[in-house]
Every structure is written in structure tokens, then in C-alpha cells.
């Protein structure tokens, strides 16, 4: 039978999410899952939230279950600018829009941004989300050459002029997922001055910059380049993803146009939840609270890290992350990550392949493992079962023959 159902050609590049597919084959017991990026649920400060969930139903019950200003919830965006003047930025709360997360962010740069066959700019790998929200309006990707320290100067420098130009650089410079790793200050400074050259504007994400171990990042890319920047943050890092709060810092000329796009999509972030965080947050909570996440992902890091050398065999890569919550593993010559899930789903434990993260030409070698929903000896036993699965499999892989 037909149907009378004619989907948009922006549907088809609509996929599901590699890691939210794995999340439901690891909700079967017994399985060790370092496969999602989920912040520990033992950090949520649930007593504190009760206690203001009570106050704003006490003190504000109409309004806060009232429709709400799409810019969002004003002593919260107050809240805001003022935060990220700590990195560095001199930002005006009316350059503040609040989001249902920080993913809604991306999607409303790619709807304002992208066009289809235009270039957008992306790491090598990059966040897989990112992606998810660029692909429905067919952008052309340009995969920048990275390393340790995140995307090369000479990659920006070498991106073309020609019409239509590229949109926009979406990067990732504090504790990068999936690879966990950051930008020194140095190179910050040459990659905003090779975006400035190129003509091409940043988008700076910044869920884990509150997530570093030892001491913080550098100021933020957009610091260095207000006019040419969006800067994405988050509270489901350091309070709760349950609330779904983000925020977006824009520059004027792009501010009305994302508001525009905000109101079409949902009119307004809900505004109970603004007020709940707020109250939370406006006395200096997440300065007593985040220390404590940091201290614990650095535990849960240092386990891992032990692990790690203790149990993979020789052959694999990986680097310590100063902050955030993954580590980015690659594997021997002969392995491929997704091949192997199924394997090691069925010994008990679960990671994220890392094909996905690429915009283009995925390596197949490489996986992520977070290490912050486990306790630091279950991250050993997951860590030892993946190695024994590396193991095996390395023991079917063909020798490689010598010239």
C-alpha cells in the first residue's frame, strides 16, 4: 500500500544515535557500561533542588508555571554573563539565550547557518551530536587535521575562500569529546588567528570546562574573538541533565535570528526549570559542588588510567584527559572497534566504537570509555574484560608479513 506520508530529503539524513542504540543493549544486568557520556548520577544534588523546587512553588507558583520570555529567565541570563566573565569574555546579558540544553544550541546554529553544499568546519574526530544537528540541513563538511591539542592552526589557514565560504568552525577546546583532550593558551591564540585570516567564524562548545582535575583550562576561543563567536555551555555537567539547560552567548548581529529560531522550535526553554536552577545556583552553590564532581571524575580517571596500562595489550593508544570524562583509546593494526561491540557486550562490558565521531573517513581503530558512572573498581573489571577481548581478538588477526 502507498502511503501519503512524502518525507522531506533533510529525514533521510536524520540517524539515530549510535550511543543511545548501545545505551539500551547495556541496560541488561550485569553488563559494565562505559559507553555513554552521562555525568554520575551520585553527583546530582538532589536535596538542594528539592529544597528550591519548594521555594520557587512557594514564592513564585503563577509565573513559574506560566509561559516564560523566549531569551530566557533574565536574573538567570544576569547569572550567566556574569559566570563567563571567568573565562575571559566580557559578555551583556542581553547577548545570553537560554536552551533546552546545549544540544538545542547546535541545532539552531546549523538552522540559521547551514545551507545545503555550504562548508562547515568540524575537528577530526568531533562530537557526534554536533553532527546529529548539522546533518538535516546538508551541509558540506571539512574535516580539520587535529592533534593532541585539538584542530591545526594550518587546517583553518587552509580552507577555501571561494563561495560560498565556510559557515562556520564548530570546535571543542576544553577536554574534547571523544577524545578528552584540550587546547593549550598558545594554541588558541594561532587558532583564532587562522579563523580570523580565513574569514571563517567559531562555534566554541564548552560542556566539561568546569570538569578539570589539576587546574583550569585557558580563557575561551570566544574571548579572543567576541564579534566572530558563539559560545555553548551547560548545566547538565555540573548540576543535572534532567532540567535540560543550556545557553548560548551571541554576538548582536546573530543574536535576533537564533531568538527567531528558538521561538519557532519551542517558544521558550520551560521556565519552572530556569527558576529551579537559579535558585540553586545564585549563592555560589556550584563553587562548593563542582569541586566535589572534580575530585571524583579525577579518582575515577586515575583508576582507569591504571587499568589501562595494566590490562590492554601493546599496540594500543591513548592519552591521560586533564579534565572531562573519556578517554580515547586506538587500537592495534588488524582491530575494528565496531566489529568487536558485540563481542564485548556479550563478555560484560560496553563502549562507544568510534567511527561515528567522524564527519568523514572514520577510523575504525579507535573507541571511547567514560569513567564516571563506574566506581573505580568496576572501572578495573571492565577495563580487564576489554582487555582480554583485545587479547583474543588480536590472537585471529593475520601476521602482518614484512617486505
Known amino acids: 500500500m502507498s ?7 533533510r529525514a533521510a539524513r536524520m540517524n539515530p544515535s549510535i550511543i543511545r542504540e548501545i545505551l539500551k ?24 533542588i528539592k529544597s528550591a523546587c519548594d521555594r520557587v512553588l512557594s514564592q513564585n507558583p503563577r509565573e513559574s508555571l506560566q509561559y516564560a520570555a523566549s531569551e530566557g529567565f533574565a536574573p538567570l541570563r544576569d547569572w550567566v554573563a556574569s559566570r563567563v566573565s571567568a573565562l575571559g569574555m566580557d ?27 555550504a562548508p562547515v568546519a568540524v575537528e577530526t574526530p568531533t562530537y557526534l551530536g554536533a553532527l546529529q544537528a548539522f546533518n538535516p540541513f546538508e551541509p558540506l563538511y571539512a574535516s580539520l587535521a587535529s592533534d593532541g591539542e585539538g584542530v591545526r592552526p594550518e587546517a583553518l589557514r587552509a580552507l577555501p575562500h571561494d563561495a560560498p565560504g565556510t559557515r562556520f568552525a564548530y570546535l571543542l577546546p ?16 594561532e587558532v583564532v588567528a587562522a579563523a ?10 564548552n560542556p566539561y570546562g568546569d570538569l578539570w ?25 555540573v548540576l543535572t541533565p534532567g532540567f535540560r539547560l543550556g545557553y548560548m552567548i551571541a554576538p548582536p548581529e546573530l543574536y535576533p535570528k537564533l531568538l527567531q529560531a528558538k521561538q519557532a522550535a519551542d517558544l521558550h526553554t520551560p521556565g519552572f526549570n530556569q527558576r529551579v536552577v537559579y535558585e540553586v545556583i545564585k549563592d555560589g552553590f556550584l563553587d562548593q559542588h563542582v569541586p566535589q564532581i572534580r575530585a571524583r571524575y579525577k579518582a575515577n580517571r586515575d583508576a582507569m588510567a591504571v587499568a589501562l596500562r595494566e590490562h590492554l595489550p601493546e599496540g594500543c593508544e591513548w592519552q591521560s584527559p586533564e579534565g572531562g570524562m573519556f578517554f580515547w583509546i586506538r587500537l592495534p593494526e588488524g582491530l575494528d572497534a565496531m566489529a568487536l561491540l558485540e563481542t564485548a557486550v556479550e563478555a560484560g562490558v560496553a563502549f562507544v566504537p568510534g567511527a561515528a565521531f567522524y564527519a568523514q573517513r572514520p577510523d575504525p581503530r579507535t573507541l571511547r570509555l567514560s ?22 581478538a588480536l590472537a585471529e588477526v593475520p601476521a602482518l608479513s614484512t617486505p
Do not use: H
Not at 543493549?25 to 557520556?37: D, H, N, Q, R
Not at 576544553?174 to 591564540?189: E, I
Not at 569513567?371 to 582487555?387: K, N, Q, R, S, Y
Open 3 to 9: 502511503t501519503v506520508w512524502t518525507q522531506a530529503r
Open 371 to 392: 569513567f564516571v558512572t563506574l566506581t573505580p573498581d568496576l572501572i578495573g573489571e571492565g577495563v580487564a574484560i576489554l582487555g582480554r577481548v583485545l587479547r583474543e
Open 174 to 189: 576544553n577536554y574534547q569529546n571523544p577524545t578528552g583532550r584540550v587546547m593549550s593558551a598558545a594554541r588558541r591564540q
Open 91 to 117: 559578555v551583556k546579558p542581553e547577548q545570553v539565550l537560554v536552551t533546552s540544553g546545549s544540544q538545542q544550541g547546535l541545532d539552531l546554529i546549523g538552522k540559521i547557518m547551514c545551507d545545503a553544499g
Open 25 to 48: 543493549v547495556t541496560e541488561k544486568p550485569g553488563i559494565l557500561s562505559m559507553a555513554g557520556g552521562l555525568p554520575s548520577a551520585d553527583t546530582f544534588p538532589v536535596d538542594a
Open 196 to 205: 580570523q585570516a580565513a574569514g571563517v567564524p567559531i562555534v566554541e562548545d
Open 213 to 237: 582535575f589539576d587546574q583550569p583550562p585557558p580563557n575561551a576561543l570566544s574571548s579572543l574573538w567576541p564579534e566572530g563567536s558563539v559560545y555553548l555551555g551547560s548545566f547538565s555537567k
